[in-house]
């Protein structure tokens, strides 16, 4: 092993489970790149995603096989959760791309990760926890998201029904979370507060994956239509409120440090945006692309402050690993 990769791979493998956000950040970006027709931006976002998503797995996948006792603990953790959010995240907009045996790859590979990982970290639910015990909402949603994408692409009206379970599920999993949520993180989180609005917003989109999913199927009858709507309107709305409040509270209570909870930032940002545009699609209200545009290079513009944050935390830990590295070297019998 050259000297230059060491401290490269002994960095990667400190990320923190919570890491995944990143992915999820700049795959949601992808997609509401593509939405609005910036085609050849998403597709950069999205070979950014992939390549992070494959090094997080390559990460999950050794510390699994050879590092055991690490990989239960870290897998208790809310940020645990991010491994399934983003794998859906990825498979949506491979979907959207028209790679459908990807992308139900992505939603099995998903699906079989999700109750085990979500089982470990709901046992280690506390009282007055940060932004991330949102995240058991948003991989649950994340399914229902993929499996209507997939299920409109593909004119499958079993995997939309199915799709309907962890849509449900996620909501009631947003309200359990909500109790445990610690309201004074709106002041002092470090970045992960704002998946409590976040988790909101990929709840309204997969409402208006959902409602897409109609087209050209006979799904839901005109009162399970309109409950659907209704609900997915009103995830809207609860979601713009919190992007409201929580874009105040960074005003108030600045946090201008990056950290690497900052890309659960970036994530609902990315998705209030996307869901605001696919909401306005799947309800015929065209007036909301406007703000969804808005909102998008708000989250574009996020990603690209924290995306620099990154780099420039990446190369000060490169440089003290490298170090120590060298100090070790150095003192080594020869």
């Known amino acids: 092993m050259s000297s230059g990769t060491y401290p490269l791979r002994a960095w990667w493998a400190q990320r923190p489970p919570a890491a995944g956000a990143a992915v999820m950040a700049t795959g949601i970006v992808s997609v509401g790149l593509h939405l609005t027709g910036h085609e050849f931006l ?55 791309l028209g790679r459908q045996p990807l992308a139900e790859a992505l939603l099995a590979l998903a699906a079989v990760l999700w109750p085990a990982l979500l089982l470990l970290v709901v046992r280690h639910w506390e009282r007055r926890m940060p932004g991330a015990v949102f995240l058991g909402c948003v991989a649950t949603e994340g399914l229902a998201v993929l499996g209507a994408t997939l299920a409109a692409a593909t004119s499958t009206a079993w995997l939309a029904h199915a799709a309907l379970v962890p849509f449900w599920l996620g909501l009631a999993l947003y309200l359990i979370a909500l109790f445990r949520f610690d309201p004074r993180q709106v002041a002092h989180g470090a970045g992960d507060h704002w998946v409590a609005g976040g988790a909101l917003a990929i709840s309204a989109l997969a409402g208006s994956k959902l409602l897409a999913a109609e087209t050209g199927m006979y799904l839901w009858n005109a ?103 060298s100090k070790v070297r150095s003192t080594a019998p020869r």
């Open 223 to 325: 009162d399970d239509h309109d409950v659907l709507r209704d609900v997915t309107v009103t995830l809207l709305v609860l979601d713009l409120v919190w992007y409201a409040v929580l874009l105040v509270a960074e005003f108030g209570w600045p946090r201008t440090r990056y950290d690497v909870r900052r890309w659960s930032t970036v994530f609902p940002l990315g998705m209030t945006a996307a869901a605001t545009l696919s909401v306005a699609a799947a309800v015929d209200v065209p007036w909301l692309d406007g703000p969804g545009q808005v909102l998008l290079w708000v989250a574009v513009a996020a990603w690209l402050a924290v995306a620099a944050g990154a780099v420039v935390s990446a190369r000060a830990a490169l440089r003290s690993t490298g170090a120590d590295a």
């Open 42 to 96: 998403s597709r950069v976002a999205l070979v950014l995603a992939c390549a992070a998503w494959l090094g997080l797995a390559v990460n999950f996948v050794s510390l699994l096989l050879l590092h055991r006792a690490t990989w239960i603990t870290q897998a208790g953790t809310p940020g645990a959760l991010t491994a399934v959010a983003a794998t859906t995240v990825l498979g949506t907009r491979f979907s959207l």
